[in-house]
C-alpha cells in the first residue's frame, strides 16, 4: 500500500473502529470478545484495502460473519452461554 493508502485506512480506522467494536458487541455481549472481532476485522479489510468500493459497508458484514461464525461454535462468540456452563434446571415437582 502506498502512504496515502495507509493514512487513509488509518483515519478509517480512527472514524469507525468504537462503532465497529459496538456492532461486535450487540451479537457477542462479551466487550472484550468485540474487540477481538472489530480488530480481526480490520486486519481483512487492511489486506483488501484498495480494492474496497465501500470499506465500511464490507468491514461491518465482516464483523456479522465473525459473530455468526463463532456463534456456531467455531470460537465461542455468541451472547448465549455454552450449555454445559448452564445450570441444571429445577427438579420436576412430584405429586
Given amino acids: 500500500m502506498s502512504p496515502a493508502d495507509d493514512e487513509a485506512f488509518e483515519a478509517f ?15 457477542t455481549g462479551d466487550p472484550g470478545v468485540s474487540e477481538e472481532v472489530a480488530q480481526a476485522a480490520l486486519e ?8 474496497l468500493d465501500d470499506p465500511l459497508a464490507y468491514t461491518r458484514q465482516v464483523v456479522v460473519n465473525m459473530c455468526r461464525d463463532r456463534g456456531r461454535g467455531a470460537a465461542g462468540c455468541s451472547a448465549r452461554p455454552a450449555p454445559s456452563s448452564l445450570p441444571a434446571p429445577p427438579p420436576a415437582p412430584r405429586r
Fill in 44 to 51: 481483512r479489510v487492511f489486506v483488501r484495502w484498495r480494492r
Fill in 13 to 27: 480506522v480512527r472514524a469507525n473502529a468504537t462503532a465497529l467494536v459496538r456492532l461486535a458487541g450487540a451479537f
